[in-house]
């Protein structure tokens, strides 16, 4: 069936260095692929979204490419800051049914150090 | 702008206890869901709705029920609360649904002893 593969954290990093998560996808179809992120004590935040093949998704720094060769979708930023720290969900839509549902990853926890 | 709101934010239940979780939205949302979150898992979808009156089951159904009598409302009933159900929930709401992202509340942290 469907699924959604994140790397497993946590994730330590110094201020000021590149980040990558890597996520892969399996998914009949075409799927919407999302990247939410969870602050502690919070509920997820939509970071940024890709809806079709070769699409980039960004925000607050962050970017994703929706790559249907590798099936992956992995989120990059160039410097992350001490206010990055949080759990990275990959997840990706699935259409059927009378709405369809979201699949998430396990999560990555990222903690960036000053 | 509320957004979701959830309340409690913290519960112990005794097991076979009932309780019911609350999540309203402000946002004239059409979509709504109840996910659980176990530690280190990612988010498993128990029911869904797509307007009022219309509910239908997710991924993990089992033990939950919901009801949806109004756009704004959309409470999940637990009846006879099991350790199994120990979890963090949290309901989300979406305009159009998949496509358009999730707005998600602050989450439930449920403890069945």
């Known amino acids: 069936g469907d699924s959604v593969t994140q790397m497993e954290g946590p994730v330590t990093l110094s201020e000021e260095a590149f980040l990558t998560i890597n996520c892969t996808y399996t998914a009949t179809g075409y799927p919407s692929l999302f990247w939410y992120v969870q602050y502690p004590g919070e509920g997820l935040q939509l970071l940024l979204k890709a809806t079709k093949a070769d699409d980039k998704g960004s925000n607050k720094g962050f970017e994703a490419t929706y790559r249907k060769e590798t099936t992956s979708f992995h989120l990059e930023k160039g410097s992350v800051q001490v206010s990055d720290s949080a759990v990275y969900f990959c997840?990706?839509?699935?259409?059927?049914?009378?709405?369809?549902?979201?699949?998430f990853g396990k999560g990555t926890k990222l903690s960036v150090k000053p | 702008n509320a957004g979701v709101t959830q309340t409690p934010k913290f519960r112990i239940l005794k097991i076979g206890q009932s309780m019911t979780l609350q999540c309203a939205q402000d946002?004239?949302?059409?979509?709504m869901y109840w996910y659980r979150q176990d530690p280190g898992m990612g988010l498993k979808l128990i029911y869904y709705?797509?307007?009022?009156?219309?509910?239908d089951k997710g991924e993990v159904p089992n033990g939950y029920n919901v009801s949806r009598s109004t756009t704004e409302d959309f409470p999940l009933r637990l009846e006879l609360a099991a350790p199994s159900q120990t979890s963090v929930y949290f309901c989300?709401?979406?305009?159009?649904?998949?496509?358009?992202?999730?707005?998600f509340g602050s989450g439930t942290r449920l403890t069945v002893v």
């Open positions: 709705s797509v307007g009022a009156g219309i509910t």
């Open positions: 989300a709401s979406s305009y159009r649904g998949l496509d358009y992202g999730y707005t």
């Open positions: 946002m004239n949302h059409n979509y």
């Open positions: 997840a990706l839509s699935v259409r059927g049914g009378s709405q369809g549902n979201l699949i």
